[in-house]
């Protein structure tokens, strides 16, 4: 079994309003084929026993799924590696002696709880303002109704890969949740369910966008390169698309 | 902190939110999750939901009920199972207008796979019934459901845990919760409570369930006096990740994978000489831990390896990317060159809180409990008997998730508010005053270890008397060790150590109540495997078993099972 040394630098803050710092520790010998969190939990497991409090951060599922687990690790949301998640990272990607500097996912509209852990729920509020369908659900049971062409199927699911971990908007230099909503509205749009509500979907959830804090899309792609489950800007230009779309329309309304 | 509500919904799974979308405006209707909501474990879900569209080829209602019973090998409740496949095409047909882009068919219509134990024709031949959203199904029904409770402007209390049931003179009268953030204690007054916590896998090493499935729900409600029925049944899959137990999914030996022990030989042609590594799920599980039981795991050790070098690169890219990503991401390995070490998970559990088909929680005698509702994973009503079949678990969530959410709001109107006593709060302030200011030295961590080796020594898919009593033992002197456990964190937010030594309890308590069913159930069924009593005995056992708190222990009663047309037959595929 091969093991490494790490030096960690972890911004630790104690609540919502305190202020934060980086502080160092360094790890004993570690598995490099123990996972990041993995490492995390020892870490905690030694500051408890010292007195100290531990490392605090969210996760969940540990599988990639549940999109709960997040933080910034040498400058990458995720880390290092693609089309990850943090939870499914390992220290197979580090080497010997390397430093890793690991904070939370920062934005404005991402109000930092603790340590690691920081609020998003902003993305609720987007939901709110129309990431749904409003229909009566006590129709008749034909599960025919809807003919859909498995092309548009098969793009409104790749737009619900989204888990919602909240990376794009830490990755983007102007914090813009443009991804998400992209995922969210591009979902709904491309299926008959969504059309009754597309307009009023797409130009309500934009205008919370901005209201949450969340910046502009200024065409970066840094979004596009974290996402663990490879959501593309195709979302971002169908968003953009309908948009205008929508507000074309209201005009004319 | 107080609270007053009409309903309260722990669980904000697919079972919970989908009871949750019957609530009525203006009721005020609250919804606790331990987790943040659209992280709760139904996401996990990837092989899909079954429903008889028959938009593939012909398939009828009836036929799913048959593969049902026939499924949880005869434990079934059939009246149970007629409603799940009655009301399926129905549910899907919700789910398609709420906005679940499902796979679809070239004409359009959505499109069904195959998936084990679904069948035509009452058994003849497999039959595609699996309505899927890519390999996200429960994922993307999750985050549909859960913008639907955003929209209806639950009030969600995200991150906080169940941590007390208060009933009173048999009724539900409320509940306490730990916020997470804060450490803080909140009682809930409310006529209504509807559990849909989840499974409980957290009990065995390795399991494919999520770090929040620990059972508390489940465990909190047979404190307050509800029996738990068919604990005994847990269903393991052949092919976790060894030491991890993420799944690789049947499909890795659907493409043509095998399975080899530690001398490299091909074991399964031993155990099922037909279709080999395609098995049944139980049958290939206990098929790998019989040669690791007798020395042929990897290098003695206790797993196999599953091999899918001979597929080649190619076509490991093209069918099986998603597993091939998996095992590089969590194991580094390369299946093309690569043996992937594997070992049973596990997976469901089918035992749970016993329920009516409206979801109302009975007790031991039958009776309902007023304004007491369980649904999901940690609910037994039972649809899926001594076994689960693939697919119909997202199905239950939503067909008995209605129903139950449709019945609490009838109870509405008609159950009135109990007083809650002004020290609801003092049984749980007790036991986390005692947690942390333990003189003991044991660690949460090193004694949860202890018992998910147990578990996974004498609880997995292979047991026996012996076995059976041992475990028990074991498990009985670490519950005790429990008033030992001290909590070094003394935070009172985000104190993930107390959580988890409270967490631990129900864990405990739970795995007594899985070998105490185990130990008196003498005969083999379903998931249930006794090796000193291989076969199934209708005469004796055709009955659930229903576990109940009394001061010397748990007691064991029993309760029939309901049959309205399929008569037991044995079950071969
Ligand atoms: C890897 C995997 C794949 C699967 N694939 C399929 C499939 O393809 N098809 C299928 O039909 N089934 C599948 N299953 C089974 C199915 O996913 C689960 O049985 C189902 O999702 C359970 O849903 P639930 O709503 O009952 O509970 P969950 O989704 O587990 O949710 C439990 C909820 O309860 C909350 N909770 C728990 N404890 C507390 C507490 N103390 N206080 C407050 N809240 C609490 C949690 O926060 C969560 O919100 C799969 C299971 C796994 C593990
Ligand atoms: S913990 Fe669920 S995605 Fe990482």
Redesign the pocket.
């Known amino acids: 079994m091969k093991t490494i040394s790490l030096n960690l630098r972890i911004w630790r803050q104690k609540g919502p309003g305190a202020t934060g710092e980086f502080r160092n520790y360094e790890t004993g010998p570690l598995s490099t084929d123990m996972s990041f969190l993995e490492m995390l939990d020892v870490l905690n497991e030694h500051l408890t026993l010292e007195g100290e409090e531990p490392v605090a951060f969210d996760h ?1 599922c540990r ?1 990639g ?1 549940c999109g709960m687990c997040g933080a910034v690790v040498n400058g990458r949301p995720h880390g290092p590696q693609s089309r990850t998640t943090l939870c499914q990272l390992h220290l197979r990607q580090f080497h010997n002696g390397d430093t890793i500097v690991i904070e939370p996912f920062r934005a404005e509209a991402f109000k930092p709880l603790r340590d690691l852990m920081v609020d998003r729920s902003a993305f609720d509020g987007i939901i709110q303002n129309g990431g749904y369908v409003s229909v009566n659900t006590g129709g008749a049971p034909d599960a025919n109704a809807l003919p859909i062409p498995q092309r548009a199927a098969e793009q409104a699911l790749d737009a619900s890969e989204c888990i919602g971990c909240g990376a794009c908007v830490a990755a983007c230099p102007n914090a813009s949740a443009m991804l998400f909503v992209g995922a969210k509205v591009s979902h709904l749009a491309l299926l008959p369910q969504g059309q009754p509500e597309r307009n009023r979907r797409v130009i309500n959830m934009v205008r919370k966008m901005d209201e949450l804090g969340f910046g502009n899309c200024r065409n970066e792609r840094e979004c596009e390169r974290v996402c663990p489950k490879g959501v593309t800007i195709r979302n971002i230009a169908r968003l953009n698309r309908e948009f205008l779309r929508a507000a074309f329309l209201s005009e004319e309304e | 902190m107080t609270h007053r509500y009409d309903a309260v919904i ?9 009871a949750a979308m019957e609530m009525p405006p203006g009721a005020r209707v609250a919804l ?6 659209t ?12 429903a008889a569209l028959g938009n593939e080829e012909p398939d009828m209602p009836e036929w799913h009920t048959y593969d049902t019973v026939k499924g949880g090998d005869y434990l079934t409740d059939q009246d149970a199972a007629e409603v799940l496949a009655a009301d399926g095409p129905r549910a899907i047909f919700e789910l398609e207008h709420l906005g679940v882009p499902f796979n679809r068919r070239p004409d359009g219509r959505i499109a069904q796979r195959a ?1 084990g134990g679904h069948t035509r024709d009452f058994g003849a031949a497999p039959v595609k019934r ?1 309505c ?1 959203a890519a390999d996200r ?2 994922r993307v029904v ?1 985050d549909t459901l859960y913008m639907e409770s955003v929209r209806r402007g639950f009030r969600v209390f995200p991150e ?4 007390d049931i208060l009933l009173r003179e048999g009724r539900v009268a409320g509940l306490v ?1 730990m916020e997470f953030a804060t450490g803080e204690l909140h009682v809930f007054e409310t006529r209504l409570l509807l ?5 409980f ?1 957290r009990v065995y090493r390795t ?4 770090f ?6 489940v465990y ?1 409600a047979y404190r307050a006096g509800v029996p738990l029925q068919d604990m005994e049944f847990v269903q393991f ?1 052949p092919t976790g990740i060894h030491g991890l137990g ?2 690789i ?1 049947e499909a890795a030996r659907g493409e043509g994978g095998f399975l080899r022990n530690g001398d490299g030989q091909r074991f399964m042609d031993r155990y099922a000489p037909t279709i080999r590594d395609l098995a049944a799920r139980d049958v290939v599980s206990r098929a790998i831990l019989t040669e690791i039981r007798e020395g042929r795991g990897i290098q003695g050790g206790d797993c196999v390896h599953l091999d899918l070098r001979h597929l080649g690169s190619e076509r490991i890219s093209e069918k099986l990317s998603e597993i091939a990503s998996f095992i590089r991401i969590y194991l580094g390995l390369d299946p093309s060159n690569d043996l992937i070490p594997v070992s049973p998970t596990c ?3 089918m035992g749970g809180i016993p329920t009516n088909l409206d979801g109302q929680v009975r007790a031991a005698d039958g009776s309902i409990v007023p304004g007491f509702y369980a ?5 037994c009503i039972s649809v899926h008997g001594a076994n ?1 079949l ?8 939503v067909v008995f ?1 209605r129903r139950a959410g449709q019945k609490m709001v009838k109870d509405l109107s008609l159950l009135d508010r109990t007083e809650l006593s002004s020290k609801s709060e003092s049984r749980i302030h007790g036991r986390m005053k005692r947690l942390v200011e333990s003189r003991g030295e044991v660690r949460v961590p090193d004694l949860r270890s202890r018992m998910q080796s147990v578990m996974n020594r004498y609880g997995l898919a292979f047991r026996s008397e012996p076995g059976l009593r041992q475990g028990l033992a074991e498990i009985r002197e670490l519950a005790e060790q429990c008033a030992f456990v001290k909590v070094e964190n003394r935070q009172r937010g985000y104190n993930a150590e107390l959580m988890e030594a409270l ?1 631990l309890e ?1 864990l405990l308590g739970l795995s007594e109540l899985i070998l105490v069913s185990a130990l008196q159930r003498t005969e083999s069924r379903g998931a249930h495997y006794r090796e000193d009593h291989p076969l199934r005995n209708d005469k004796d056992w055709l009955k659930h078993t229903l576990v109940r708190a009394r001061t010397e222990g748990p007691e064991v009663i029993h309760r029939p099972v309901v049959i309205t047309r399929f008569e037991p037959k044995e079950r071969v595929y």
Do not use: W
């Open positions: 969940d599988e799924i | 722990v669980g904000t799974g697919l079972a919970g939110l989908r606790l999750s331990k987790v943040y909501p992280r709760s474990h139904s996401g996990a879900a990837q092989g899909g939901i079954a998936f699996a899927h199904t429960g999750l906080f845990s169940l941590v919760a559990l849909a916590t989840g499974g896998g399991t494919s369930n999520c929040a499935n620990t059972g508390d729900g909190l899959h993420v799944l999914s997976h469901y559990m649904v999901g994973e940690c609910a689960r693939g697919c119909n678990s997202l199905l239950d969530l998730g967490e129900s």
